[in-house]
């Protein structure tokens, strides 16, 4: 492959001759191009990639930079062909390397072939034929399979899609996949023999079948139906919901007997809400997991607080500290001994609690900051405190003057 690369004359170097004679004016689509990029294989491109720069009625070469009537014809020259010619540079299989005249002159010739030349009339039947039948575009369809989009396509469709303001692209791609689940659903109930989805089912899970079983039979991944049927078919979520309850609560049903509660939503909110027992300390007692203790909360619509027991502790500890105290509350209680001026240390001699629990508290209720006509006093000084890396490297360095400091005068 030869590329002619024309680059500009250094101007340092011209400085101090004698003024160049008057060039000749060039013909169009000589003189200096500047390089636009580099291909990966390292080629130069002398127009930028996906485009086709047109001027006039030339057109620019992406090989070489000149500007031609025919790129196509020229590029017998750099030894290319078209086809490589438009993959190497990101444009469309179809797209002209002609300006705008040659196509008009070509377009005017091969009509009279058209009209006079019978085997390019055959062809042109035959061909239209195959375009009319579909089988043009199926082949290539087939023949573009597998084949990278060229960069003149993906612009064009970027500028497509910049046109279009996002909550319609969003709107549409909702209703395109809305219209793939309803039809992945109408046709796993076709196989199954069903009218839809709905009544396959609510047929099958009658027979007591899962979710996931009826999902695997229909042909679709087994949480198909558990993530999707409430989209494709409301009514039959809604009717499969106390079923799905059931059988989900049916694994609690022994522990229930056993501790005189009715169902699994009365049992939870008598030991989570009202005694506040942590999820652990249910699933100890009901003989199941942590997290079929967590799944079922979230089932009943009830809702888990972490470490219930020991916020539970924390607030009656608070709340016993102030009845001791007189107060209904314990922000009640901090609140007026603070805006009467007294110190953490007096609080916690005269509740009987440690003064870093007094302050949490008071952090708790918002008590904390610079009391209100007591200047806060700066901090006494303190040393630097230096880091270890630190007090090692100086030990190391003190070490040989320690050692000097020992010599003895005479021996210096
Ligand atoms: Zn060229």
Known sequence: MSVEVITAPAGRAAAGRRPAAPQPARPPGHGIRAVVGVLADGTPCYAPAGEVVVAGSLVTCHLCGRLLRSVTAHLKAHGWTKQAYCEAFGLERGQSL??????????????????????????????????????????????????????????????????IPPEVVTQANAERARRRLAGAAAAAARRAGYPDIGTLVLARTADGASLAAISREAGLHKDWLSRHLGQVDPAAAAALRPLRQARWDAAWRPALHRLGF?????????????????????????????????????????????????????????????????????????????????????????????????????????????????????????????PSAQVRSLTRVSEPYSLCSTVPKGLE
């Open 262 to 386: 009715g169902d699994v939503p009365s049992y939870l909110r008598e030991r989570h809400l009202a005694q506040h027992w942590t999820a652990s300390a249910i699933a100890a007692e009901a003989g199941l997991s942590h997290h079929a203790v967590a799944s079922a909360l979230r089932r009943h619509g009830l809702a888990q607080t972490p470490h219930v027991a020991k916020r539970h502790a924390s607030r009656q500890r608070a709340a016993e500290v102030a009845a001791r105290m007189g107060f209904d509350s314990i922000a009640g209680y901090l609140s007026q001994r603070r805006a009467a001026g007294w110190t953490w240390q007096a609080l916690a001699a005269e509740s009987g609690q440690p003064a870093s629990w007094i302050r949490r508290q008071a952090a708790a209720c918002g008590l904390t900051g610079p009391q209100p006509g007591r200047p806060r006093q700066p901090a006494p000084h303190r040393r630097p405190k230096v």
């Open 98 to 163: 002609e300006g705008p005249e040659t196509r008009k002159r070509r377009a005017a010739a091969f009509t009279a072939r058209l009209v006079f030349d019978p085997s390019v009339r055959e062809g042109s039947a035959a061909g239209r034929q195959r375009a009319r039948t579909g089988e043009l575009a199926r082949d290539a369809a087939a023949a573009a399979r597998g084949r990278p989009i060229p960069e003149q396509r993906r612009r064009k469709v970027l500028r497509a899609l910049s046109a």
